[in-house]
């Protein structure tokens, strides 16, 4: 864990000027517990102690326990609150930010009725955690004005969402990551290839492997989404991802050694223009592939069971 507290004091540092805009500020939360949500809250409370913010943070999980056995020095810093989208108990009082980050992926329905029960929740800035999967498909890298056709009924679900939420909300629509506390039973192609590495088994990849993606390390999302938080413009979305582009073989072989490639046909590519986000806000990426696929190898190689 030394190693993950040592790149998130390093993020929180850089982005200095950022956290004021928080002090004393009582904020909601939704996914908090999840991959990105673990990156928020080991940026935030960081940021927290550091600057003597005076923050209170307040988050939704389907399950407090387990969430303190997987990370303690996150949990007791929190007030959690137990349950799901659709039916906990929300809080009655007001909150100066929300991020609705929570996605209730086995019912696209319990999603959009989420976002309904998140807006009720009074707040003066709101962040809504979309995806790039509202896009239609197409050959990228996508800015904000391709069209919205989703292939998916998760992207539709997500796009209803947004134009639910639309004029309170700020949008961050998310392609592709990694980092420390990615699920390595996600599905996702960068988990797998996680996942097979650590227990030292050859990638296989059962397309031709020239299918191009982009990741951004986590570390980068986390201040990405702060900075959308706080600084964005409600009613806009700005995607959030990487601008280096990988096919899926060579990001494999960034991982392991041992690769395999069985298909002939390629997938559609899935790449963002983050143009928008670094004009309007001044975001950047401050951590290349190379050394964001060595972070999160190293982090799950220090944690017990990795795997489970």
């Not at 700020?170 to 590495?197: E, N, T």
């Not at 990001?251 to 963002?272: C, E, F, H, N, W």
Request: overall charge neutral; charged content about 15%; proline content about 6%.
């Amino acid at each position: 864990m030394s190693q993950l507290r040592d790149e998130v004091k390093k993020l929180v540092l850089a982005a200095g000027p950022l956290w004021s805009e928080l002090a004393n500020a009582r904020l909601f939360m939704t996914g908090a517990t999840g991959f990105f949500g673990c990156w928020l809250l080991e940026t935030l409370l960081f940021a927290n102690q550091h600057y003597q913010l005076g923050l209170q943070v307040t988050a939704l999980t389907r399950n407090p326990e387990r969430f303190h056995s997987k990370a303690p020095h996150l949990a007791s810093q929190i007030q959690l609150i137990p349950g799901d989208m659709q039916n906990a108990t929300l809080p009655s009082e007001s909150f100066t930010h929300v991020v609705h980050g929570a996605a209730e992926v086995n019912s696209d329905h319990g999603l959009l009725l989420g976002g309904k029960r998140m807006l009720e929740v009074p707040s003066e800035r709101f962040l809504l955690i979309s995806s790039g999967g509202v896009y239609a498909p197409g050959q990228g890298p996508l800015t904000e004005n391709h069209p919205t056709q989703p292939a998916t009924a998760y992207g539709q679900a997500k796009l209803q969402l947004e134009n639910l939420c639309q004029e309170r909300a700020v949008i961050a629509r998310c392609f592709a990551f990694l980092g420390p506390y990615l699920a390595l039973d996600s599905g996702l192609a960068a988990a797998d290839f996680l996942r097979d590495a650590l227990q030292e088994k050859p990638i296989v990849i059962q397309s031709n492997g020239q299918t191009r993606r982009s990741y951004l390390y986590a570390g980068d999302l986390a201040i990405w989404l702060w900075t959308l938080l706080l600084k964005g413009t409600p009613g806009r979305a700005y995607n959030v991802g990487s601008m280096q582009i990988t096919t899926v073989e060579q990001l494999a072989r960034r991982i392991s050694p041992s690769v395999q490639v069985l298909g002939k046909t390629a997938g559609l590519d899935y790449l963002p223009d983050t143009g928008r986000a670094q004009r309007e806000l001044g975001l950047r990426q401050t951590v290349d592939l190379t050394e964001a696929v060595r972070s999160t190898l190293n982090w799950f190689k220090s944690i017990p069971s990795p795997l489970t």
